[in-house]
């Protein structure tokens, strides 16, 4: 008998003060964009997150070997700090598909978050999913546009100051789609970073 796949992802967990920040400029954005709420659907606050790698269709058996593989990459990761970098967008022909806010490392050293990421595609690939060879670009989803809507690239502007905080590990999420607008996740393994950053 096959066990049931579900959807997962892998998503970094940063501490309150940074996830509370986030909220905020979450909520700024969503009233600084009010005149486009016809054509946003925006994240809701309990789920923001910033995804690492996608992973999609997840049996059981890989289940347990990116659960283990991540645990081994957050046992030898230290936490770091982070840093928003304002608003921005995907886009494709000058027509925007996702808004969001992104964030880097700050660290003196090569970036930890690329690091992490180069960890985590590995660990997928030697978990049997397929190869994501899409640039990583760390950011918080904050809303997307409605199917069939249409906004600009240059109507999603929007200035904020900057919010610091701390990376502390990683999450191991399921993506349940259903009736509700939006996606509900479920966390299925948490795995703290070893040691802090000095």
Excluded at 18 to 41: I, K, N, Y
Aim: proline fraction near 3%; charge should be positive.
């Amino acid at each position: 008998m096959q066990s049931a796949e579900i959807r997962t992802f892998v998503a970094l967990r940063f501490d309150a003060a940074f996830l509370d920040g986030l909220v905020r400029q979450a909520e700024r954005v969503r009233g600084a964009l009010s005149d486009r709420a016809r054509e946003l659907r925006f994240v809701d606050p309990g789920h923001l997150h910033a995804t690492v790698r996608f992973l999609g269709s997840t049996t059981d058996v890989a289940l347990g070997t990116i659960a283990t593989r991540l645990a081994r990459i957050a046992e030898g990761t230290s936490s770091f700090a982070v840093e928003t970098t304002g608003v921005g967008c995907f886009a494709s022909r000058g027509r925007v598909r996702v808004v969001w806010l992104g964030f880097e490392a700050t660290t003196r050293d090569a970036s930890p978050l690329d690091r992490l990421h180069q960890e985590v595609e590995a660990a997928a690939r030697g978990a049997g999913y397929e190869a994501d060879t899409s640039p990583f670009a760390a950011h918080v989803t904050l809303a997307r546009v409605r199917r069939g809507r249409r906004v600009a690239r240059g109507n999603t502007d929007v200035r904020l100051e900057p919010i610091r905080g701390t990376c502390i590990g990683i999450d191991l999420l399921e993506s349940r789609l259903g009736a509700a607008p939006q996606a509900r996740y479920h966390t299925l393994g948490a795995y703290a970073f070893a040691t802090s950053a000095s």
